[in-house]
């Protein structure tokens, strides 16, 4: 067996963990904070509560919510020059994947200089970042975990995915209690956005034992226990969501993404449209288009949406992305391509531009413009 390599951040996982977060910022050094997040968040109540932590332990912080959903690049620009001119030391950032990818760009560009576009792919990152502690308010982006920062170019209306062992923070806190202020469409969206997580890295050529572990288990938890915190908003059932995208999150930051999520960002970049409700609209039908190349794979999927095996891997794998589609149809989202995209011509320019995001690199079945204009004609 070859060497191989598991990448996550220290993480503080459970109710009030919160409290460490200025704790750990001391241990990081930090004298002034760079505290990232975003205009819905500074509703929430919980910036107040963390900056009551920040001032029991002496810290100063500057405080950056200039952030959109879908961060932009200028916006990255504008938070580097900030932490500069300000002489801030650690970044902190407290939201869901917006707030936390403009952290990382913002901890990029500060601390390697340049534009943000400079690292758009893998491994381009040549200096160490400042250190990092991430408390993620939604179960699903990942951002607190992984490797990836996903950031708008405004000008060429592109998202682009900036991949790098640096981006991992120092230290996730995640706190499931912040689950309890969401709202149905936002506890939807991420764990969706989860579940794509957890699929596209199962399925990815360079998954191994320790991330499909990890795929598997945030499936099944998604599959149970989304339809009942939806019921219930159960702090209980919620932290399950918050475990499983925390599972999620360590796969594909290890293993990769895919089609998927290659068309998300250029559908995202394009039309600004929220991350985790492509998925329902495209992932039946990139199973179907990988599962020629990975049946056993997309068949372990199919047991786990079932709740058992049929006769053969291609009638579970089959069965499995029609239960699928339900149960997306089942949460009330949109499930048909046109109900996002309002013009058929568009399509070509998306996978044009699909085709050129990393994600494609690490689907399981060679990607081409043709293989994703099939699968969205499929999702229309
Ligand atoms: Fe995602």
Known sequence: MSVLKFSIPEIFFGRESLKYSSVCAKRLGAEKIFFVTDPGLEQSGWIDVLFDIFEDENLEWVHYSNVASNPRDWQIHEGADLYLDEGCDVVVALGGGSPMDAAKGIALVASNGGRVQDYEGANRIQRPLPPMIFMPSTAGSGSDVSQFAIVTDVERRVKMSIISRTLVPNISIIDPILLTTKSRELIISSAIDAFAHAVESYLSPIAFSITEIHSLKAMELIMKYLPRALQSNDL?????????????????????????????????????????????????????YNMVVCLDKVADIGRIVLGRSLGTPEATAKAGIEKLEAYFHSLGVATRLRDIVSDRVNLSQICEMAIQDSCVLSNPRVATVEGLMQICEAAW
């Open 236 to 288: 209980d059932d919620l932290e399950q969501l918050s475990i499983a995208g925390t599972s999620a999150a360590m796969a594909f930051s290890n293993a990769g993404l895919g089609v998927d999520h290659a068309l998300a960002h250029s559908l995202g970049g394009m039309l600004d449209v929220v991350h985790g409700l492509i998925h329902p609209v495209l992932l039946p039908h990139v199973l179907r």
